[in-house]
């Protein structure tokens, strides 16, 4: 059983719109949530993360917003530029779970100039 | 400040050999992991350290081991290649804020 699931494996977007991408959970131990970027044959780089305690959290262009009730989260882009365009990995972590996280399968963003 | 180290960055194994991918942080960190990401899937957790000396298994730890003698390093061995554990391999550290750091990656050939 998956517990972290990102339903959708590619997202494309034209330049300055908005990018939003989406992730599911099912494990409510769950109390930090991540999101990492990952470009072609490098390792993946975290980008912004929120605590359950909050329901947004916002950094530059990049906002991170979680509906514990739901056990969804998303990743708004604002604006979207051609240098986003990578793999976007969503992950989970429990605090009692020795800082494991459990990552989604992550989705594959193009924008488009 | 190099952050996380991998070598090597692609190796080609037949089956059956036998090899060691490297891990080294200069952060200090005490919790490190390693992960495999197949083709179109996230990563899955082969093993974690929570310090030196301490090591455990995690979602898919067959037909690897690991050891933790330094804080610094934690290599992972591979001791009898099969054409599954063809993969990209990812080493990750982090200090306790859940964030974690990721190495660039090896990508391994089993044929």
């Known amino acids: 059983d998956q517990q972290v699931k990102q339903n959708s494996p590619s997202l494309s977007v034209q330049e300055g719109r908005i990018s939003i991408l989406n992730c599911d959970y099912t494990n409510s131990m769950f109390d930090y949530f991540l999101w990492y970027k990952k470009y072609p044959a490098e390792g993946p780089t975290f980008l912004i993360s929120i605590s359950s305690i909050k329901d947004k959290n916002e950094d530059g262009r990049f906002t991170v917003f979680l509906n514990k009730s739901a056990k969804h989260l998303s990743l708004h882009i604002v604006p979207s530029q051609p240098g986003d365009s990578a793999v976007y990995f969503c992950a989970a972590s429990a605090k009692s779970n020795a800082g494991k996280s459990t990552f989604g399968d992550g989705t594959t963003l193009t924008v488009k100039p | 400040n190099a952050g996380v180290t991998q070598t090597p960055k692609f190796r080609i194994l037949k089956i059956g050999q036998s090899m060691t991918l490297q891990c080294t942080q200069d952060?200090?960190?005490?919790?490190m992991y390693w992960y495999r990401q197949d083709p179109g899937m996230g990563l899955k957790l082969i093993y974690y350290?929570?310090?030196?000396?301490?090591?455990d298994k995690g979602e898919v730890p067959n037909g690897y081991n690991v050891s933790r003698s330094t804080t610094e390093d934690f290599p992972l061995r591979l001791e009898l290649a099969a054409p599954s554990q063809t993969s990209v391999y990812f080493c990750?550290?982090?200090?306790?804020?859940?964030?974690?750091?990721f190495g660039p990656g090896t990508r391994l050939l089993v044929l």
């Open positions: 952060m200090n960190h005490n919790y």
């Open positions: 990750a550290c982090h200090g306790g804020t859940e964030t974690q750091y």
């Open positions: 350290s929570v310090g030196a000396g301490i090591t």
